[in-house]
């Protein structure tokens, strides 16, 4: 369903039977020409995360994901202030089994592997003689084969402020082990969770740094992704761990790029390896140190290396855009240009609603650096949100319409649009943001991404959208210049690979372009549509709605905004219309308005819709929000 808000189900085949428009007949236009400009689409996610940021993902596990779905470009847009490691706490004390700063807890969760035996337990003892003022002690005993007892250190409700790269800080642990051996009886063992590498394992590596009586110098053995690291120990004696990766990794495995990693989960480990074995000691003093030198120009030199290594080796004809995610306050990307972070206000950061002055002064900062400024997830960043009730869901999209409208989007370019759930709303509340916006007189592309962390099996997500750039090259500069121009459209991985354009008479304007057309002119014009490659069974909506400078408000009764579109022609377009080639219709263009399209699968499922072309009868009026020069076309 488009066009329309989806809470409004029974209005929608009102307001699609009472367009001014009708369909004439197909163009002629050779196969392989687009639209007579030198443009081809290119596939590009702009919306990506690995290792420098909190989840499994890494920049090998997504250059497979982008070579095996067959992209053409994409942007990783690491969080910014996780490159850097802010927010993060500097250790924790073993004091209790939970600790709370602000909002947020880091908390030891138990596991355990095998058969423990009845001795086996993990308490905190506090003392002043531990290095931390407390530790995790912790004994266990196997009654039969391997056995062990873990604590994990969970950080997720603290906005997993802990995890990030391994490069650029230490991460050290000490252990005092009282009963430990190795690889025969028992050990006492600093787990390390890292990133997903498929070259090795379709699981995210682990390392365990094992506390081992028996050698006097480390020793190295892995089985595919799981690595043990065993560490020279002397029972009765402090020492400390501290993981090094770029000697420890690629001693496990050869060939890694160790900074392609990010510590995404700690845990401690007490582990019997045989009957009647016993590991027995305490875990104190978890600290994390940053190196002084490692500023934002050296996160974003390594996370750039990093990308550019991986994608060379795994995805090598995939273009690879810089870009960042300003992720403290209003989440804004970066894309090409000069790559920057923002200085933030200290700690914490006004509420989102409240910092409009430092997102607006970040989004003209990003202008400044020659970059694409893109609003990325307008309602929240929550991924997994349960959809909330339609009624619900009109509240919220009266509510951030408002916001967005008060502080002018805060000058972005683009707008994500194209989720089919994000944050407990659906991609129609998502569309209907972006058209209100429209209407208000707002001039934004609207993109659609998927916001991977993981870099699993991209075609079987829930949001995995993409988006098409029409450009006459692939290169960064133009295809954000594609986008920022509104010579877009979004179509779903594994659903929809065809291509979508429009224009008005004969190329006059384009898709993503204002046309400024003042006096008596006609009150008609041809908008033709570019459609190819559409599903079997699918429909294509082509939409018109006006542009008089408010959010539709004031036509619903309970005041939630609305693009106040109509469906052309009458009725959605069935997919076999378009394989002769574009079709053009003779649209309503007597007051200013805006065109786009939307196809549907033979469910009802968006999965493909197209950026706007806009008709303006007269300038937009005092306090109107600006149109970029780029976009005009006066006739």
Same mark, same amino acid.
């Given at each position: 369903?488009?066009?329309? /808000? ?7 085949? @009102?307001? @699609?039977?009472?367009?001014? @428009? ?38 090998? %596990?997504q250059?497979?994901?982008a ?7 994409? %942007?990783? =847009? ?33 596991? $355990?592997?095998?058969?423990?035996? @009845?001795?086996? &337990?993990?308490?905190? *003892? ?14 266990? =005993? ?8 873990? !604590? ?9 402020? !802990? ?8 991460v ?18 600093f ?16 390392i ?10 480390? &020793? ?18 402090? &020492?400390? /761990?501290t ?31 045989e ?17 002084? =030198? ?39 990307r ?31 900062? /990003? ?11 307008? !309602?929240g ?8 009730t ?33 944050d ?6 998502? &569309? ?12 934004? =592309? ?45 179509g779903?991985?594994?659903s ?25 002119? $006609? %009150?008609t ?5 570019? %459609? ?18 408010? *959010? ?20 959605p ?40 072309? !806009?008709?303006?009868r ?18």
């Open positions: 369903m488009a066009g329309g /808000i989806a809470a409004v189900v029974g209005e929608e085949l @009102s307001r @699609s039977s009472s367009s001014p @428009s009708s369909p004439m007949t197909q163009a002629v236009v050779p196969r392989g020409v687009v639209n007579g400009r030198g443009e081809q689409p290119y596939s590009f996610a702009g919306h990506l995360h690995s290792s420098f940021s909190e989840f499994n993902g890494s920049n090998e %596990a250059a497979v994901q070579k095996l779905n067959r992209l053409d470009a994409l %942007a990783m =847009t690491e969080h910014d202030f996780r490159m850097l490691y802010q927010g993060c706490r500097p250790g924790f004390p073993f004091t209790t089994m939970s600790v709370t700063e602000g909002d947020g807890t880091w908390e030891l969760l138990r596991s $355990s592997v095998g058969k423990l035996g @009845s001795g086996s &337990q993990a308490r905190i *003892d506090v003392a002043s003689t531990y290095p931390s003022g407390g530790a995790l002690v912790m004994t266990a =005993t196997s009654d039969e084969g391997d056995a062990m007892l873990a !604590y994990d250190l969970d950080c997720g409700s603290a906005d997993a402020d !802990y995890r990030g790269n391994v490069g650029g800080r230490t050290s642990v000490d252990v005092f082990p009282e009963r430990a051996s190795t690889p025969h009886g028992a050990y006492l063992a787990f390390t969770e890292l990133s997903l590498h498929p070259s090795i394992d379709d699981e995210p590596l682990q365990y740094w094992r506390l081992n009586t028996e050698i006097t110098a480390k &020793q190295y053995s892995v089985t595919r992704g799981t690595g043990f690291v065993d560490v020279p120990a002397t029972v009765g004696r402090l &020492q400390t /761990i993981p090094d990766p770029a000697v420890d990794f690629p001693k496990l495995w050869p060939g890694l790029d160790p900074l392609d990693n990010s510590f995404v989960n700690l845990g401690f480990v007490a582990a019997a390896t009957s009647g074995a016993t590991a027995q000691g305490w875990f104190s003093n978890l600290r994390f140190v940053t190196d002084p =030198t490692y500023d934002a120009s050296a996160a974003i030199h390594s996370q750039q290396t990093v990308a550019a290594q991986a994608f060379s080796r795994y995805a090598p004809s995939v273009l690879v855009v810089p870009g960042c995610e300003f992720s403290r306050g209003i989440h804004v970066q894309l090409d240009g000069t790559i920057f972070m923002p200085d933030y206000p200290p700690s914490p950061l006004p509420h989102p609603e409240e910092s409009v002055a430092f997102t607006t002064n970040m989004v003209a900062q /990003i202008h400044q650096h020659n970059s694409t400024a893109v609003l990325c997830h307008p !309602y960043t929550e991924m997994h949100a349960p959809l909330l339609q009624s619900q869901q009109d509240r919220r999209l009266k509510q951030v319409t408002k916001r967005l409208t008060n502080v002018e989007v805060y000058g972005v370019d683009v707008i994500e649009a194209g989720y089919q759930d994000r407990g709303m659906d991609i129609e509340h998502h &569309q209907m943001l972006w058209r209100a916006l429209s209407r208000a007189g707002h001039v934004l =592309t609207a993109d659609g991404v998927s916001d991977d962390h993981t870099g699993v099996e991209w075609a079987a997500q829930t949001n995995r959208f993409i988006t098409y750039l029409w450009a006459k090259q692939l290169s960064a500069p133009n295809l954000t210049s594609a986008l920022t121009t509104g010579r877009a459209y979004v779903e991985l594994a929809f690979s065809g291509q979508l354009d429009l224009w008005f008479d004969n190329l006059a304007v384009v898709m993503g372009q204002v046309s400024l057309l003042t006096g008596a002119g $006609s %009150a014009r041809t908008v033709w549509v570019r %459609a190819d490659g559409l599903p079997s069974g699918s429909q294509l909506n082509l939409w018109r709605a006006p542009i008089d400078y408010t *959010d539709g408000s004031h036509d619903s009764p309970d005041g939630v905004p609305n693009d106040g579109g109509l469906l052309v022609g009458g009725s377009i069935e997919a076999s219309k378009f394989e002769a080639g574009p079709m053009a219709f003779k649209v309503d263009t007597s007051s200013s308005c805006f065109f786009w399209a939307d196809v549907l699968d033979s469910t009802g499922r968006t999965i493909a819709f197209s950026n706007m072309i !806009y008709q303006l007269e300038p937009p009026p005092a306090g109107a929000p600006s149109i970029s020069s780029t976009r005009l076309v006066r006739e």
